[in-house]
Structures are given as C-alpha cells and as structure tokens.
C-alpha cells in the first residue's frame, strides 16, 4: 500500500489522484483490512461482491462499479454504488436513470485500443454518446474510463492514455452542464504509473494490492 501511494506521488503531475482498490477477487475481511489502512475507495466488477462489500464496509467507504454491467442487474447496485465506471450503451444509461432516485456519478467507457475483447464505445462516437445521455436526467458523466492493452510496451500504453486524455479534454471543452467530465479512470497494476503521468484522476489497483 505504501508503495503504491509512493509511486502516485511520485509521478502524479500536480493533479490528485484517486486510488481505488479492485477487491473484486478477495472476500470482504480483505477489504475491511484494506479500509483499516486508510481506503476509503473500492471496485467490484459484479454487483454480488459489490454488495457483500457494501455490508461490512463502514458508511464512509465509497464503491465503484468497475465491470461491465448488465442492464437487468442495475436496479440491484443503483442505491449502494458511488460511481459507475462502465457506461458504454445507451440502453444502461435510460436503466440507470429509471433505476435511480439521484443523480449517478458515471464515467463513459471508451475502447480506446480498438480491441475486439474489450468493452466500451468507439472513440468517434463518445460526443455523440455524451450529448445522447443529456436525456437521462438522473446520469451525470463525469469522465471517461479505459482499458489499455495488456502489454510491456511503454509506447502503446502511454498512446494509449494520451488519446483518452485528448479526447476527454475535447468534451470537457463542449461545458456540458450534465458532463462536466473532469475525470480520467484509466490505469490498472501494470501500468499505473504510466497512466498517471498521463493525467489519470482515478486508478483502479487490485492485483498488487491484494497478493
């Protein structure tokens, strides 16, 4: 834990940095340990785990959605998730606005690399997304969410998040009142520094935190 806090200080451009804890793999007394050492951030990937967290975790812990999220398993999160980090059809934004008795924190996903595994809308077609989810009252995006490829190639990660750093800097200029998309929710534990200086706000670390 120190040691990932060191290397987000250590390479974070002047911008705060969010760790979230990917608990998704370990059992609830982990993410109560890692609470006890000052996370206050965690991700879950399915909405069983996520509750099972959100029952022993204290009322200042906040979770995030971080998987990709079936529209009829919406209504089981919506009153206990912080923030969704997989908004990347129009059918679960009107799921989440129907579901939702206040305004949900979302960061839209964007398939940056192009890859056929991996969820999330293409990069040409995240405006017109965003201007789409001006319909749903209840969806607020606040940022924009990759996956770089899984790979040791500095290069390709670092493009990687330098296009989704550009283009969240090109909605953001739109001032949006419903997607002010301050955010960027980018880096895992193999490239989180690398994502970091690239102007990541939100990084999501399981693997090394977990072990």
């Keep these: 834990m120190k040691h990932v806090r060191q290397t987000i200080e250590q390479h974070r451009a002047g911008q705060d940095v969010t760790?979230?804890?990917?608990?998704?793999?370990?059992?609830?007394?982990?993410?109560?340990?890692?609470?006890?050492?000052?996370?206050?951030?965690?991700?879950?990937n399915r909405p069983e785990g996520l509750l099972a967290k959100a029952e022993v975790l204290p009322d200042d812990a906040l979770i995030h959605f971080i998987g990709s999220l079936q529209t009829r398993k919406v209504r089981q999160i919506i009153d206990r998730v912080a923030a969704i980090h997989s908004l990347d059809r129009l059918s679960l934004a009107a799921e989440i606005d129907k579901r939702a008795n206040?305004?949900?924190?979302?960061?839209?996903?964007?398939?940056?690399?192009?890859?056929?595994?991996?969820?999330?809308?293409?990069?040409?077609?995240?405006?017109a997304f965003i201007e789409n989810c001006k319909q749903y009252p209840h969806?607020?995006?606040?940022?924009?969410?990759?996956?770089?490829?899984?790979?040791?190639d500095e290069s390709v990660l670092r493009d990687t998040f330098h296009q989704l750093?550009?283009?969240?800097?090109?909605?953001?200029?739109?001032?949006?009142?419903?997607?002010?998309?301050?955010?960027?929710?980018?880096?895992?534990?193999?490239?989180?520094?690398?994502?970091?200086?690239?102007?990541a706000s939100f990084v999501r670390i399981g693997t090394i935190l977990v072990q």
């Design 19 to 44: 760790l979230i804890a990917v608990t998704k793999s370990v059992g609830p007394d982990v993410a109560t340990a890692l609470y006890e050492e000052g996370v206050r951030h965690f991700g879950e």
């Design 102 to 127: 206040r305004v949900i924190d979302c960061f839209v996903q964007v398939n940056v690399s192009g890859e056929a595994s991996k969820h999330g809308i293409e990069k040409e077609e995240v405006h």
């Design 139 to 152: 969806i607020r995006v606040i940022g924009l969410m990759t996956m770089a490829p899984l790979t040791e």
């Design 165 to 199: 750093r550009t283009l969240r800097d090109d909605v953001l200029a739109k001032g949006y009142a419903h997607a002010p998309c301050t955010e960027l929710s980018m880096g895992m534990s193999n490239d989180y520094p690398i994502a970091v200086e690239e102007g």
